[in-house]
């Protein structure tokens, strides 16, 4: 990180952290790696000065409020792309937002949370519930939680990567052999919708992939611009 900063020749510089939640990597090791906290610093400044540079922190992308927004995209777009047998209304459907969870930064739980409850308010989907890879409740619980025939499954992660692509199928009821195979052939490892357990499964990308993205991550530095 240090290498690219010193390659950077502008007056202000701008640093946007691609991570889900305010934790351990984006509160702490990026800001000390870059200077901006000292190890054990509760009150550190998201701005600093290197030299004729001023250089900004902003906050995750994750933890905005348009995330809500962006999640909800990726819900409407799978269903949307694979209708079949035919595409159930929001109303008959569960939402479930997967997360990662660690028992190591409580953060991490609760960006998931929040963005539950700011769906539920709106009142779109039958249910919004939160699973997740490594706490209460699994990623597999869902086909206890859903009361409704369809669900439709949202990764909160930032890549298509081993949790997204891998993970999370397997635990959703998709051979391990299966999962391995299309990824070798490289095709989709979850094939939209799949029944599973007397429900119909749509499974869209992660959050990261989505190109609304991009706007938030503007977002992030037009908040950090201004506050400094």
């Known amino acids: 990180m240090a290498d690219v900063m010193g390659k950077a020749a502008t007056e202000r510089v701008f640093v946007v952290p691609l991570f889900i939640s305010e934790g351990y990597f984006s509160e702490d090791v990026i800001p000390q790696g870059l200077g901006f906290r000292k190890p054990g610093e509760m009150d550190w400044s998201r701005s600093i000065h290197e030299g004729n540079q001023i250089l900004f922190y902003c906050k995750p992308v994750g933890t905005h409020e348009r995330m809500t927004e962006v999640l909800l995209t990726r819900a409407r777009e799978v269903i949307e792309r694979f209708p079949f047998p035919r595409a159930p209304k929001a109303e008959d459907t569960t939402l479930f937002i997967a997360g990662h969870g660690t028992e190591q930064n409580e953060n991490s739980r609760k960006v998931i949370e929040k963005q539950v409850e700011l769906i539920r308010q709106l009142n779109v989907y039958s249910a919004v519930h939160a699973v997740f890879l490594e706490e209460e409740p699994r990623i597999a619980s869902c086909y206890q939680l859903a009361e409704t025939r369809s669900i439709v499954l949202v990764p909160f992660f930032i890549s298509d990567g081993l949790h997204a692509q891998e993970d999370i199928p397997i635990l959703l009821g998709e051979t391990e052999r299966n999962v391995r195979q299309r990824l070798q052939q490289g095709q989709p ?33 037009r908040e950090a611009a201004i506050s400094g």
């Open 189 to 221: 490892t979850w094939r939209n919708p799949t029944e599973k357990k007397g429900k119909l499964v749509w499974y869209s990308r992660s959050v990261g992939s989505e190109p609304s993205l991009a706007e938030v991550i503007l977002e992030r530095v």
